[in-house]
């Protein structure tokens, strides 16, 4: 009798059946070991659908109708516009068109000057910062104020130092160092775009130094010693050493400055106001204007779906030229 126990406990054991019900004591398990993960992303998809993707969809929709200030009370009655806002967007040839192209092309400009200044001033910065030195610390701090001062706050702030009369930007260039023949106008008129890129690499090169000096913290300082014993000089060890292994923290940072600055609208807002100077009229105001001023929302939207299908290519190029380059020098 006793023999017999052991005997048909082996056998149920070894039976199929019993096998093929295993699994399915510990699925419920293994379904919630999977099914965790999603659920405790489900409150920021949620969060995400609601103030990202939502506004985007009603934003898309209406760049198809004919929405004015006349039905701005019950947009869906607006009449179906198809893709007229589209067409008087791209018409370069009349005035809505051209005035689209020029402020583009002021974007672009304006976007290519801050990145490239932003990145070098905060990749030399942190650079220096990498050796130990008295009052290294409080050096790092001071860098970060400008990144850390609200947006409003900072910007407001340049406002009346650009000012032409009492100014202090004026009363530097031209009281005490008497390099201007007389005070300048920065907020209006061709200055207006040396006054928005001053304080837009201000506020934005503290960032770059901030990602670049993390990024020198993953390089071995052994390279740099054993490049010093080989008789290689301070830019051979930068150009040889620190760009090649700051690569890949330069690849995403110089996309993040150039996606931030492209769509900054805070900046040139407060400084100018609704209505920025034609040379320093970039294209986040411009579809302001276009939106909120002229009360043409349709063209408006059509403008930002545009700009959002701008910003889409240009970063799906850069991934594939980046990720390409990153497989070559593998």
């Known amino acids: 009798m006793t023999a017999t126990a052991p005997a048909t406990a082996a056998v149920r054991k070894s039976s199929p059946g019993a096998e093929a019900r295993g699994p399915r004591r510990r699925l419920p398990g293994r379904l919630r070991r999977i099914g965790?993960?999603?659920?405790?992303?489900?409150?920021?998809?949620?969060?995400?659908?609601?103030?990202?993707?939502?506004?985007?969809?009603i934003g898309i929709v209406m760049s198809f109708k004919e929405l004015t200030q006349f039905y701005i009370r019950d947009w869906g009655t607006a009449p179906w516009a198809g893709l007229d806002n589209y067409r008087v967007s791209v018409d370069f040839d009349a005035p809505v068109g051209e005035a689209l192209l020029h402020s583009f092309l002021i974007t672009v400009a304006f976007t290519l000057l801050s990145v490239g200044l932003c990145w070098l001033i905060g990749t030399a910065a942190a650079?220096?910062?990498?050796?130990?030195f008295r009052g290294r610390g409080l050096l790092r701090a001071l860098f970060l104020v400008p990144y850390a001062l609200p947006v409003y706050?900072?910007?407001?702030?340049?406002?009346?130092?650009?000012?032409?009369?009492?100014?202090?930007?004026?009363?530097?260039?031209?009281?005490?160092?008497?390099?201007?023949?007389?005070?300048?106008?920065?907020?209006?008129?061709?200055?207006?775009?040396?006054?928005?890129?001053?304080?837009?690499?201000?506020?934005?090169w503290p960032f770059a130094f901030l990602i670049v000096m993390a990024g020198l913290q993953n390089i071995p300082r052994e390279l740099y010693e054993a490049a010093a014993l080989d008789g290689a000089g301070m830019l051979q060890q930068i150009r040889r050493i620190t760009l090649p292994s700051l690569r890949p923290v330069n690849q995403v940072l110089v996309l993040v400055l150039f996606l931030w600055t492209f769509n900054d609208f805070n900046t040139p807002y407060v400084l100018f106001g609704k209505t920025a100077p034609e040379a320093a009229d970039l294209i986040s105001v411009h579809i302001y204007q276009a939106s909120f001023v002229t009360w043409n929302f349709?063209?408006?939207?059509?403008?930002?779906?545009?700009?959002?299908?701008?910003?889409?290519?240009v970063t799906g190029v850069y991934l594939a030229l980046t990720s390409r380059g990153r497989r070559t020098t593998a």
């Open 36 to 57: 965790l993960p999603y659920l405790l992303l489900l409150p920021a998809l949620l969060l995400e659908l609601l103030v990202h993707l939502v506004p985007m969809v």
């Open 127 to 132: 650079i220096c910062m990498q050796d130990t």
């Open 153 to 204: 706050a900072a910007v407001i702030t340049w406002v009346f130092m650009f000012q032409h009369d009492n100014g202090l930007v004026n009363h530097v260039l031209h009281d005490q160092l008497g390099l201007t023949d007389k005070p300048s106008f920065w907020l209006i008129g061709d200055n207006s775009f040396l006054a928005l890129l001053t304080v837009s690499v201000w506020k934005g």
């Open 298 to 313: 349709g063209t408006g939207s059509a403008m930002s779906v545009l700009l959002l299908l701008f910003l889409l290519v």
